[in-house]
């Protein structure tokens, strides 16, 4: 199970591919900021994955009123993620964790997805400015996608 509300937040320091190369992204560099909205998915390149991405994507900029920065991490390579994030337009955030490290520090391993091997769940995290967790969801299955309404809600009262 996720960890829970009220906990501090596992830090990360994971690498994501732009335009520029490999750069550090870190979940501490927003604190004292802003809020962080966490989206852990299973796999680039899936259905689900695509669609729940390329929907933030498209509504990001309430994610910015709300004071929020959204990271999507998956097990995938930076260069995977990259790829994928310019076939679909993808606009937020992505990072790697290959090493699965971050996944398991938060609770949200999934294993053997579809028989492949292990991945991220699909769970989503609200890290309110001071590093602890205000909103935590681990959907029953991958297919499912986290109650965004809700993740919203607790971003409006973080502002």
Same mark, same amino acid.
């Given at each position: 199970m996720a960890?829970?509300?009220?906990?501090?937040?596992?830090?990360f320091t994971l690498k994501s591919k732009n335009d520029t190369g490999l750069v550090d992204v870190s979940l501490s560099a927003n604190f004292g900021k802003k809020n962080t909205l966490i989206l852990f998915f299973p796999l680039a390149?899936? !259905? &689900?994955?695509?669609?729940?991405?390329?929907?933030?994507?498209?509504?990001?900029? @309430?994610?910015?009123?709300?004071? %929020?920065e959204v990271i999507g991490i998956s097990v995938d390579s930076p260069f995977t993620q990259e790829a994928w994030a310019k076939k679909e337009n993808i606009g937020i955030t992505l990072v790697s964790d290959l090493n699965k490290e971050t996944t398991k520090a938060y609770d949200v391993l999934f294993p053997m997805?579809? !028989? &492949?091997?292990?991945?991220?769940?699909?769970?989503?995290?609200?890290?309110?400015? @001071?590093?602890?967790?205000?909103? %935590?969801?681990?959907?029953?299955?991958?297919?499912?996608?986290?109650?965004?309404?809700?993740?919203?809600?607790?971003?409006?009262?973080?502002?």
């Open positions: 960890i829970s509300i009220g906990s501090k937040a596992p830090e390149f899936t !259905g &689900v994955c695509t669609e729940e991405l390329c929907d933030i994507t498209q509504g990001l900029s @309430a994610y910015a009123d709300l004071n %929020a997805l579809a !028989g &492949v091997g292990d991945s991220s769940a699909r769970a989503a995290f609200v890290v309110d400015k @001071a590093g602890v967790i205000q909103y %935590a969801e681990q959907t029953p299955t991958p297919k499912e996608l986290p109650d965004f309404d809700a993740i919203k809600a607790t971003l409006a009262k973080l502002v």
